[in-house]
């Protein structure tokens, strides 16, 4: 039996593109999050009458007469006879294609509900539930044992992509299904919760609180400890990062001293597991892990969404539930001291679930919802193939990305060979192009009607200050090419470890960074100065996918006019600013 083809795995629409106020607009305030009538409510840091709401619920799209956006069709076509057999009534050939749409949305009498209890409780009539938070990116994932038949059933994730970040917005799936496949799918769609489940992940950000703490990190015992519990894993999910976090405090490889009494100490400690993550783990998309390790990854992250598990019980870990992550593995030395008393942007995670539902119960008898048919004709088809642009793609074009070509080759049954192009630039990349963009070819001679859905792509990219880059030919039968960046943005910590209270002399400290990106080396800076209050800083580098090391050097500027200087080599994404090297006299340079 062949596996389960995915067909089409994700269509961002154009209002995902466009939003109404600008993400960065928002700085919530996210320690002081409410609570009310069932809806998580946040308060805008500089216009505290002003508050955003977290969407409520997942579920089917809906046309505008409320009818909602499903098919599930089973086709038969004739297949050539088995001679050897002495039954005349032999099985034909066919199978079934799923297809739906999912959004999430927030019922109006909801919005007005909790508006009315926040107003109850902090007293203030002019308190604003002005809208939905638009979040910074989005993932979903869709579990399901049915569609995922071979052999003994068992639980997986079976697709995972970008999901829109605007309430309201679509995302749309379509599976191609064996015989056995579409019956089993349909048996289910009868029960009230089906078989088929999805989850979307959606990351938020604003403005946590400061504190009077700090963390002190000792290197050497979380090498140790890492070391001990890895053991052979490489890639993590979010249930088992929190754990072995608690580990690295229990066993006391990071400490945490919280001075006076902070009332909202469970707010400091979600900032802590924070810190602590991004200080030793990178985020992993699981389409981006080696093929050899990609099934355990996919097998732990669907557990998320078992009966019991993380999500179904109803809490979070705020780490995300469809990515994986990979520990550092820096070569740091001594310890690290990181102060919490100021306040800083974050990112929390949002869960919303999805189930199919009784839908069976109201529309099984209705044709445009569940379908049974011959397919035959093969001369009078068309293949449509869309093409979807992942949406971090889009804001490239501003200031990285010239324009992407995608061509498509599909070489028919009868020798002739149809190519077909889509080119993006800033001009285009609009959201009613988006919505259309597709390419489409015919039938020549193409018997084989699997055959037939096979088709090469490639992509080429073009980048602002030169370089290119272009993708091999790869083969495909799905109805949608997911075009994702070929490279991906690293945020690179610049932490001060004592340079600037371990030598009163130093003005500054310039940091340099040094980068490939497709035969060019680019270069970013900046300068930490004496003369401002702690603060985290850093640097944001492009780097093509695979590569994670960059050339530094930090540049020691002194009150005298002398100056020094070391470089090295890293890929860890955190660079600390050291007291400056001594000279062989045991002096600076410039004494």
């Not at 993932?139 to 569609?147: A, E, K, M, Q």
């Not at 060019?520 to 800083?537: A, G, K, Y």
Request: glycine share 8%; proline share 4%.
């Amino acid at each position: 039996m062949k596996s389960t083809r995915l067909l089409a795995s994700l269509l961002l629409l154009a209002g995902n593109l466009l939003v109404a106020y600008p993400v960065e607009a928002q700085r919530l305030a996210i320690d002081h999050g409410v609570r009310a009538a069932g809806l998580w409510c946040f308060p805008i840091l500089d216009k505290p009458q002003q508050w955003l709401y977290l969407p409520a619920t997942a579920g089917l799209a809906r046309n505008e007469a409320g009818q909602p956006r499903f098919s599930l069709v089973r086709y038969v076509f004739n297949a050539e006879a088995d001679t050897e057999s002495a039954s005349t009534i032999q099985d034909s050939a066919g199978g079934g294609v799923l297809h739906f749409l999912v959004t999430y949305d927030t019922e109006p009498e909801a919005v007005e509900a909790a508006e009315r209890e926040l107003r109850q409780r902090l007293d203030d009539d002019e308190i604003s539930l002005r809208g939905p938070v638009i979040f910074k990116e989005g993932r979903y994932g869709l579990v399901s044992s049915i569609l995922s038949v071979e052999g003994k059933p068992e639980r997986k994730l079976l697709a995972e992509g970008r999901a829109p970040v605007v309430e309201g917005n679509t995302i749309a799936l379509s599976f191609d299904l064996e015989p056995k496949e579409a019956n089993l799918l349909l048996e289910s769609l009868q029960t009230e919760t089906p078989d088929v489940s999805l989850v979307f992940d959606m990351t938020f950000s604003g403005i946590v609180d400061a504190y009077d703490a700090e963390l002190t990190v000792d290197w050497s015992k979380v090498h140790e400890s890492m070391a001990a519990e890895a053991g052979g894993t490489v890639y993590w999910v979010s249930a088992e990062v929190k754990a072995q976090i608690d580990t690295l405090i229990h066993d006391s490889s990071i400490k945490l001293v919280s001075r006076g009494s902070d009332a909202n100490m469970e707010a400091l400690i979600a900032q802590v597991y924070d810190r602590i993550l991004k200080l030793l783990f990178d985020e992993v998309e699981p389409s981006r892990v080696p093929r050899e390790d990609r099934g355990g990854l996919m097998d732990a992250l669907a557990g998320l969404v078992e009966p019991g598990g993380l999500l179904d019980s109803g809490t979070t870990t705020g780490f995300g539930a469809h990515v994986g992550f990979q520990y550092k593995n820096m070569r740091s030395t001594g310890t690290s001291v990181l102060d919490f008393n100021h306040a800083a942007a974050v990112d929390r995670h949002h869960f919303l679930t999805f189930n199919v539902g009784d839908l069976y119960k109201e529309y099984g008898d209705d044709e445009h919802y569940f379908r049974s048919t011959s397919i035959e004709d093969p001369m009078f088809d068309q293949r449509v193939v869309h093409v979807a642009i992942d949406g971090s793609v889009l804001p490239e074009f501003d200031r990285l990305i010239n324009s992407v070509t995608v061509t498509l080759r599909k070489n028919h049954g009868d020798g002739s060979t149809t190519l077909q192009e889509v080119v993006l630039d800033n001009a285009s990349a609009t959201p009613d192009r988006l919505e259309s963009l597709s390419m489409t070819y015919g039938w020549a001679s193409d018997d084989d009607r699997l055959a037939w859905l096979q088709y090469d792509y490639r992509t080429q990219w073009s980048f602002k200050g030169g370089g290119e880059y272009h993708t091999d030919w790869q083969s495909s039968e799905g109805a949608m090419i997911d075009v994702f960046a070929p490279f991906h943005r690293r945020t690179v910590q610049v932490v001060d470890s004592g340079a600037m209270t371990a030598d009163s002399n130093v003005r500054a400290i310039v940091v340099a960074i040094e980068y490939p990106f497709f035969g060019q080396t680019r270069r970013e800076q900046l300068v930490v100065r004496s003369d401002r209050p702690s603060e985290d800083q850093s640097l944001e580098i492009t780097l093509p996918l695979g590569e994670f090391a960059y050339d530094y050097s930090l540049t020691w500027l002194f009150d005298d006019g002398g100056r020094t200087q070391a470089s090295s080599r890293d890929a860890s994404g955190i660079i600390f600013l050291d007291p400056p090297p001594a000279t062989p006299s045991g002096t600076r340079p410039g004494s």
